[in-house]
RNA sequence: CGGGGUAUGGCGCAGUCUGGUAGCGCACCUGCUUUGGGAGCAGGGGGUCGGGGGUUCGAAUCCCUCUACCCCGACCA
């Protein structure tokens, strides 16, 4: 391509509202251009590295035997109704109604259409298992869109969904899907962890999120030192404590501690840790009434562990204050478990505790001394809390580190939810009906694009991993307008290398050789081939690739075979 | 939705407190010079100061109101 028309709008400063460093590089690089909160418009530059991106995952999906469809992007309520989903998604779900009141939704993710086109061909266990997938755009009213095309409302995914007869088949594909993934992310040239993880709103069990490791992660990853145990902060377990609670050697005692409402404030005015304060949350029951949930004062709860538990009301949902006071006479701040009524559940670490420090049940009122067992009944105990640095890892190999992560990949198992609330069924080689067992998983494409970003710029601009690059070759004149010979040798260069199918792009713009230089970096073309009066009367090029501290000359003869070869490694 | 902030030419900003009819840098157009790391000089074009209402002789500036956008928290590929 031409610059001259291929318009790369770059531009010299950094937008104002673009707080991360792959947002400010995608606008500056003139890859994209806001429309309105967390909605892009994609310009020629851009497009041709989300193509890169969506061809990289075509062939993965294609060598796994799935099957690429294209499914409407507005799917009908009644769908939605089937599988309850209409009632659960929340304001996430973009709904609205046609010219004739009927009510749709722009889907945010496709187990519903794909679930009902499957439920319509499939009849019989011969015609599985089969993976379908899909690379569309999909749209979720985030509640925040932010650091643009990582969260944005509309983006693209691709998702694909498997369909099985048992759970050994679904496990199968499974497996390949996982291994498909790690196939994509390494082509693309991303630095990632494959994570356990929790499997949300979507439903299912087993569940491995794929994460690019990135200080700007929205993700909290957490990694064992010396296994490779990795998971979700939000799914890492916290091991009980192997020390046992130590015997009381402190009394009961009531203190007045006026204005004391955080656990560091009280932890200092009592002149004790935080780690020997307790912390009450009162949350919502499934019964209707509340239940105390007990943590360490220098730990934070966990909300999806506790949502998880027998009683306590999914999701999770913290008392009204009115109810708190109601319930134990206090505000929050001062609430404890000594003497309440309600149902308390303790986090491993908070229950062996002795002699620590809870609210009192009244204002500006905390107990000192207190002591499970002795003046309140044992708790029951769970793992309610997330895991921090330096917690032993739970599979018992080495100790907790925790980094951040951007969630690129996420797949599932999702059994019979979909299925079964929508009634998608195969007879078997008994001729009886059976409920199809279903896996999904799903690849942030647009989202790849900034995560890549993140993991490789530099202070002049991104510097593309191969198999993402929206050019491979820069070819930059110098003083074509001068010189009739640059000129002539730059475009036959570049007419050579196109013919030789390496996609390259000639600055044709009669710019200031500094101009072009920066543009090209900006846009991280991998490798920059400079035509100039310097270098021809010696024969040569030059040639500079993008992570190159100094540029290195090229017989014009040769300029080919060592352009092929420094891309193809 | 709660808290904080912003809105002035394509981009980045000043001017607002203390009302007097809009300015700077970059970008853009023309000409000349220049040309191996974001050129210089000269000339030029472009802004209902987010919208509406009010106060005033006069509003970017003061008051009311609406909207959009950004940041911090709860949601997710």
């Excluded at 003083?479 to 050579?496: C, D, G, H, I």
């Excluded at 490798?527 to 690739?545: N, P």
Aim: aromatic letters at 6%; hydrophobic letters at 40%; proline letters at 5%.
């Amino acid at each position: 391509m031409r610059v001259s028309r291929f318009p790369i709008p770059t531009l010299k400063e950094t937008p104002a509202d673009a707080e991360i460093v792959s947002h400010q590089l995608m606008l500056r690089a003139g890859m994209i251009r806001k429309l309105a909160s967390g909605l892009y418009s994609w310009l020629p530059l851009g497009v041709r590295v989300l193509r890169n991106v969506e061809r990289v995952v075509r062939q993965e999906m294609e060598r796994i035997d799935a099957a690429e469809v294209f499914l409407p992007a507005v799917q009908p309520a009644e769908l939605w109704q089937e599988s309850q989903r209409w009632e659960q998604y929340g304001p996430e779900l973009l709904r609205f109604k046609d010219r004739h009141e009927r009510d749709f939704c722009f889907g945010p993710t496709h187990e519903e259409v794909i679930t009902d086109l499957v439920r319509g061909e499939i009849k019989s266990y011969r015609q599985l298992p089969v993976t379908y997938y899909q690379i569309q755009t999909k749209f979720r009213d985030e509640i925040r869109p932010r650091f643009g095309i990582m969260r944005a409302r509309e983006f693209i995914m691709k998702d694909a969904y498997s369909f099985h007869t048992n759970p050994a088949s679904l496990q199968e594909t499974y497996d390949r899907m996982y291994q498909a993934y790690v196939a994509v992310f390494t082509r693309l040239g991303l630095g990632f962890r494959a994570v356990l993880a929790d499997s949300g709103s979507i439903g299912g069990h087993t569940s491995h999120e794929f994460h690019v490791l990135a200080d700007s992660g929205e993700d909290a990853i957490a990694f064992s030192d010396s296994s490779d145990y990795a998971a979700n902060v939000e799914l890492a377990e916290a091991a009980a404590p192997v020390e046992p609670r130590p015997a009381p050697t402190e009394s009961i005692n009531t203190v007045d501690t006026p204005g004391q409402h955080t656990m560091e404030a009280l932890a200092s005015f009592m002149g004790v840790p935080t780690s020997r304060c307790l912390k009450t949350l009162l949350v919502k029951g499934e019964a209707g009434g509340l239940i105390a949930l007990c943590l360490r004062g220098d730990h934070h709860l966990n909300e999806i562990k506790a949502e998880k538990l027998s009683g306590v009301l999914s999701p999770l949902t913290l008392a009204e204050d009115a109810d708190i006071r109601a319930a134990t006479g206090a505000g929050v701040g001062s609430i404890g478990p000594v003497g309440l009524e309600v149902p308390v559940i303790a986090d491993r670490a908070a229950a062996v505790l002795a002699d620590f420090v809870c609210g009192a049940n009244q204002d500006d009122r905390h107990l000192s001394g207190v002591n499970w067992g002795r003046d309140l009944a044992e708790p029951q105990v769970e793992d309610l809390r997330n895991v921090v640095e330096g917690d032993p890892s739970p599979d018992g190999d080495g100790h907790i580190a925790i980094r951040r992560g951007i969630e690129v990949g996420h797949i599932f198992q999702l059994g019979t939810k979909y299925s079964e609330a929508m009634e998608a069924t195969v007879l078997d080689e008994d001729g009886k009906s059976c409920l199809v067992t279903m896996g999904c998983y799903g690849i942030g494409v647009t989202r790849i694009i900034a995560a890549a970003i993140e993991q490789n710029h530099d202070d002049r601009g991104i510097a593309w991993p191969a198999a993402m690059a929206p050019f491979q070759v820069a070819v930059l004149p110098l003083n074509a307008a001068r010189s009739e010979r640059v000129r002539q040798a730059a475009e036959s260069v570049y007419a050579a290398l196109s013919a030789a199918g390496i996609d390259t792009l000639i600055d044709d713009r009669g710019l200031r050789p500094g101009v072009m230089f920066a543009d090209m970096e900006l846009i991280g073309i991998p490798h920059r081939l400079v035509v100039g009066e310097r270098g021809l009367d010696q024969g040569m090029f030059e040639y500079k690739g993008r992570q190159d501290a100094e540029p290195t000359l090229v017989p014009q003869s040769d300029i080919i075979d060592f352009l092929q070869q420094r891309i193809a490694h």
